[in-house]
């Protein structure tokens, strides 16, 4: 009698199981339902990878989308409107706008995103402690009525108005004006972060985890700190145009912030103050760092909405439940069917458990 061989399963054979793969693709097919249902999403998507590739290509190889060092260099075209040779135009000595404009560009986003940063993570902190520790008569709830009065303090005068005193108390420069900008946003996540982790800590699945014995440290982990950064990450995308607005409206009021043109660098604000006086001659001057503020702060804002659509469940529930109402196409439906497992019999009937003849 031959032995037989044994029969290695298919999946293993062939490698990875294609209910795998489906629910790798399923986060990507969401986002993409996402950005095709709404124009505005896939707009502010689009942009922000061209800005993305743009800020890469000013680092690496600046000449391949005509920016030329050094930025200050003068030409014989003095005061030229926008043409071929100069996208942007030219200022009254001759200086290209366009190189100017494209080099702030990495500026402006690596300031925004260092301030954005900041205030999550230092305000995202002192929300965490103030929300999840907020007991009467504790240590911990004693820690938290500081901070929440501090936060208070800081709220109590509009960000802009506070950056300006404390740039101007620190003094004129760059690093000064980052520092106010830093120490104003701060607030804005910790009343996030704290609402949110106060939401999320009365919930039955953290009393039924707090009843099991699991430790306070891995409650806010593993349930706490998970639920409570999808909505700070749409809020921290939709929050780095804010900040570019915020910090370029500082460098414009305050004069002489940055010495300008510079001989490597460059930014919007400061391009705008230094050609205020031209506008009403050269106007290119003026809009086209603004034209560049205006798009950077439009697609990160798009961008922000779309994403807020894929994280939220509620939107991704309402997502799911008109697509089943939709007629979905024969790929669509197999993967489904193979993700969901065998079907189930229908009452009444017999399931066929004989082998293929």
Do not use: C
């Given at each position: 009698?031959?032995?037989?061989?044994?029969?290695?399963?298919?999946?293993l054979?062939?490698g990875?199981?294609?209910?795998?793969?489906?629910?790798?693709?399923?986060p990507?097919?969401?986002?993409?339902?996402?950005?095709?249902?709404?124009?505005?999403?896939?707009?502010?998507?689009?942009?922000?990878?061209?800005?993305?590739?743009?800020?890469?290509?000013?680092?690496?190889?600046?000449?391949?989308?005509g920016?030329h060092?050094?930025?200050?260099?003068?030409?014989?075209?003095?005061?030229q409107?926008?043409?071929?040779?100069?996208?942007f135009?030219?200022?009254?000595?001759?200086?290209?706008?366009?190189?100017?404009?494209?080099?702030a560009?990495?500026?402006?986003?690596?300031?925004?995103?260092?301030?954005?940063?900041?205030?999550?993570?230092?305000?995202g902190?002192?929300?965490?402690?103030?929300?999840?520790?907020?007991?009467?008569?504790?240590?911990?709830?004693?820690?938290?009525?500081?901070?929440?009065?501090?936060?208070?303090?800081?709220?109590?005068?509009?960000?802009?108005?506070?950056?300006?005193?404390?740039?101007?108390?620190?003094?004129?420069?760059?690093?000064?004006?980052?520092i106010?900008?830093?120490?104003?946003?701060?607030p804005?996540?910790?009343?996030?972060?704290r609402?949110?982790?106060?939401?999320?800590?009365?919930?039955?699945?953290?009393?039924?985890?707090?009843?099991?014995?699991?430790?306070?440290?891995?409650?806010?982990?593993?349930?706490?700190?998970?639920?409570?950064?999808?909505?700070?990450?749409?809020?921290?995308?939709?929050?780095?145009?804010?900040?570019?607005?915020?910090?370029?409206?500082?460098?414009?009021?305050?004069?002489?912030v940055i010495?300008?043109?510079?001989?490597?660098?460059?930014?919007w604000?400061?391009?705008?103050?230094?050609?205020?006086?031209s506008?009403?001659?050269?106007?290119?001057?003026?809009l086209?760092?603004?034209l560049a503020?205006?798009?950077?702060?439009?697609?990160?804002?798009?961008?922000?909405?779309?994403?807020?659509?894929v994280?939220?469940?509620?939107?991704?529930?309402?997502?799911?439940?008109?697509?089943?109402?939709?007629?979905?196409a024969?790929v669509?439906?197999?993967?489904?069917?193979?993700?969901?497992?065998?079907?189930?019999p229908?009452?009444?009937?017999?399931?066929?458990?004989?082998?293929?003849?």
């Open positions: 009698m031959a032995s037989k061989t044994p029969r290695v399963p298919v999946a054979a062939a990875p199981s294609r209910s795998a793969i489906v629910r790798v693709g399923r990507l097919r969401l986002l993409w339902r996402v950005l095709r249902s709404n124009p505005l999403s896939l707009v502010g998507f689009v942009l922000v990878v061209l800005i993305v590739v743009a800020t890469a290509l000013v680092y690496l190889a600046p000449a391949v989308i920016v060092y050094p930025l200050n260099q003068p030409s014989n075209a003095l005061g409107p926008p043409s071929w040779a100069h996208p135009g030219t200022d009254p000595i001759g200086i290209d706008i366009y190189s100017n404009v494209m080099a560009l990495p500026v402006d986003l690596s300031i925004a995103f260092a301030i954005a940063v900041f205030a999550l993570v230092f305000g902190l002192l929300g965490l402690v103030a929300g999840f520790w907020d007991t009467r008569r504790t240590l911990g709830g004693a820690v938290s009525v500081v901070i929440l009065r501090i936060t208070d303090v800081f709220l109590a005068f509009p960000s802009l108005i506070l950056a300006l005193a404390i740039a101007v108390s620190l003094g004129r420069g760059v690093p000064q004006v980052i106010a900008v830093m120490l104003t946003w701060w804005y996540y910790t009343r996030l972060v609402g949110e982790v106060l939401s999320v800590k009365h919930r039955q699945y953290v009393t039924a985890a707090r009843v099991a014995g699991v430790s306070e440290t891995r409650i806010l982990f593993r349930h706490v700190v998970r639920n409570v950064i999808e909505p700070v990450v749409v809020y921290f995308t939709m929050d780095i145009g804010t900040v570019i607005v915020t910090f370029s409206t500082v460098v414009f009021v305050i004069p002489n010495s300008f043109p510079s001989t490597n660098t460059s930014e604000g400061v391009m705008i103050q230094n050609y205020q006086d506008f009403s001659a050269l106007p290119w001057t003026v086209a760092p603004g503020i205006f798009l950077t702060v439009l697609s990160f804002s798009l961008l922000g909405d779309g994403l807020r659509d994280l939220d469940p509620r939107t991704r529930r309402a997502m799911l439940e008109t697509r089943r109402l939709e007629p979905a024969p669509e439906k197999a993967e489904e069917a193979e993700s969901a497992g065998p079907a189930a229908v009452p009444g009937t017999v399931p066929d458990v004989t082998g293929p003849s």
